[in-house]
């Protein structure tokens, strides 16, 4: 059974840093893309960043760019979200999520695995 489990989240106010963690089991992801996305109340869920397999490549939104930084450790299978600079507007439940498929993907239905999310909240 594969399991996505995200950890990390709090609650900070605005300017402060949080990193996310998100721990795979059940099936090794080392070469599939995972990402994080997020929901905000009343809001769609959208993505956030993306990190290719082997990590050379990254993809963010770009309310997001320069402040947030994704990562992975594939030896612990284990995506990571580094995140500075928060903001109210960062408010939101994130989720973990991985491909079964290698190539890059932005769309939500793309993804195959999904965690329980983890709440971020910021306060001004």
């Known amino acids: 059974q594969v399991q996505l489990v995200e950890s990390g989240g709090g609650l900070v106010q605005a300017g402060d840093s949080l990193r996310l963690s998100c721990a795979a089991s059940g099936r090794t992801f080392s070469n599939y893309p995972m990402g994080w996305f997020r929901q905000a109340p009343g809001k769609e869920r959208e993505f956030v960043a993306i990190?290719?397999?082997?990590?050379?490549?990254?993809y963010y939104r770009d309310s997001v760019k320069g402040r947030f930084t994704i990562s992975r450790d594939n030896a612990k299978n284990t995506v990571y979200l580094q995140m500075n600079s928060l903001k109210p507007e960062d408010t939101a439940v994130y989720y973990c999520?991985?491909?079964?498929?290698?190539?890059?993907?932005?769309?939500?239905?793309?993804?195959?695995?999904w965690g329980q999310g983890t709440q971020v909240t910021v306060s001004s």
């Open positions: 990190i290719s397999g082997n990590a050379y490549n990254t």
């Open positions: 999520a991985a491909r079964s498929l290698r190539g890059v993907s932005y769309s939500l239905r793309d993804y195959d695995y």
